[in-house]
C-alpha cells in the first residue's frame, strides 16, 4: 500500500473516533439535562394518579368581609312604658360575605354610650336564609318598653357568631313623660283645720324614674340625694312646719316601681285663711317631677 493511502485512512479512523466521542458526550449532557429539569415532574405525574382530583384547603374568611348598612325602621321615638311594640329594621349586606341563618342575627349593642336596658331580644334570620352582598333583609322582631318614664338612647348592630360588623342603628327614645317621674299615691293632710291644732301627715310617693333614689350621696356615686320638699313659694306650704325637706331612711334606697312613705307632724297656723301646701320631690337642691297641691283652710 503506498505512503499517500496509508495516511489518509488513519486519518479517517481518527476524525470517525473523534465525532463518536462528541457524539457520546453529547448523549451524556442530554440526559443529565432531562433527569434535572423533568424528573420532579415526572415523579408528580407518577403519584397523581386522578389529575382531576383536587384538594383545596379552605382559607378562613376574614371579618372585613362581613359589612353591613342599615337602610330604614320603624322604632318609634315615644313608648308607653312596659308596652309592647312589633318593628322592622332593613339592613343591606355591603360584605363580600352572604349571610346565614345559622350564624347571623341582630341584637341591642351594649356600651358606655348606650343604654343596657334589654328592649327586645335578639333577632334571627328566617330559618335558610342566605342573604348575599347587595341583598336587603328585613328583621321584624317585638320591642318591650321599660316601665320606668325617662329618655334612653339605644342602638342596634349585627354580629357574625360573636363578633359585631357593619353599622350601629342609633335610636332615642321617650318612654312616657320624663317629668312625670313620680306618682304621690297618698297625701293624707286635711282639707280643713282649727288654729293651732296638731295632726300627723303621711305622703307616700311612688319611683316612676329611670334611676333610684338614695338619701346618702355616697349611695350612689354621682348621685344627689333625694328628699320630698315642701313648697314655700307661692303659697307658705311651711306655716304647718318647720322641716320643709323630709329625708329618706339613709340606710336604704327607692328602686323603679318602688315607694317611699313619711310620716310628719304639722301645726295649723292662728290666721284663718286658706293656704295650699305644695309637695314636689327634690335632689340635690333642684325640684323634679310633677308638683302636687292640696289645699287647707284653717277655723277656729
Not at 376574614?62 to 348598612?69: D, L
Not at 328583621?139 to 325617662?150: E, I, L, Q, R, V
Not at 338619701?215 to 311651711?238: F, H, K, R, T
Request: net charge neutral; glycine share 6%.
Amino acid at each position: 500500500m503506498p505512503l499517500d493511502e496509508e495516511r489518509i485512512i488513519k486519518e479517517i479512523y481518527v476524525l470517525i473516533a473523534v465525532v463518536v466521542a462528541i457524539i457520546v458526550v453529547a448523549i451524556i449532557i442530554l440526559v443529565f439535562i432531562y433527569f434535572s429539569l423533568f424528573s420532579s415532574n415526572h415523579a408528580n405525574s407518577i403519584t397523581n394518579t386522578n389529575p382531576y382530583h383536587i384538594v383545596v384547603t379552605p382559607t378562613p374568611i376574614p371579618s372585613s368581609n362581613f359589612n353591613s348598612a342599615f337602610l330604614n325602621d320603624t322604632i318609634p321615638s315615644i313608648m308607653v312604658p312596659g308596652k309592647q311594640y312589633t318593628v322592622t329594621i332593613i339592613a343591606h349586606n355591603t360584605g363580600k360575605t352572604p349571610w346565614m341563618d345559622n350564624t347571623t342575627f341582630i341584637a341591642q349593642f351594649v356600651n358606655s354610650s348606650y343604654d343596657n336596658t334589654s328592649f327586645s331580644n335578639t333577632s334571627t334570620l328566617e330559618p335558610g336564609s342566605v342573604i348575599s352582598n347587595g341583598v336587603n333583609y328585613t328583621w321584624k322582631f317585638t320591642m318591650t318598653a321599660p316601665g320606668w318614664n325617662g329618655n334612653y338612647t339605644i342602638a342596634y348592630k349585627m354580629k357574625n357568631t360573636s363578633t359585631w360588623f357593619g353599622d350601629i342603628l342609633v335610636k332615642n327614645i321617650t318612654v312616657g313623660t320624663p317629668g312625670a317621674n313620680v306618682i304621690f299615691t297618698l297625701i293624707n293632710i286635711p282639707s280643713t283645720m282649727t288654729e293651732n291644732s296638731k295632726v300627723n301627715v303621711t305622703v307616700i310617693v311612688q319611683n316612676m324614674g329611670r334611676y333610684p333614689w338614695y338619701e346618702n350621696d355616697s349611695a350612689q356615686p354621682g348621685m344627689d340625694s333625694v328628699q320630698l320638699g315642701i313648697n314655700y313659694s307661692p303659697d307658705d306650704g311651711s306655716v304647718f312646719t318647720r322641716t320643709i325637706r323630709l329625708h329618706m331612711n339613709p340606710d336604704s334606697g327607692v328602686m323603679p316601681g318602688q315607694t317611699c312613705k313619711w310620716v310628719y307632724p304639722i301645726t295649723a297656723p292662728s290666721y284663718l285663711v286658706q293656704y295650699n301646701v305644695t309637695y314636689q320631690m327634690m335632689q340635690g337642691g333642684n325640684y323634679f317631677g310633677a308638683p302636687t297641691m292640696r289645699t287647707v283652710r284653717i277655723t277656729n
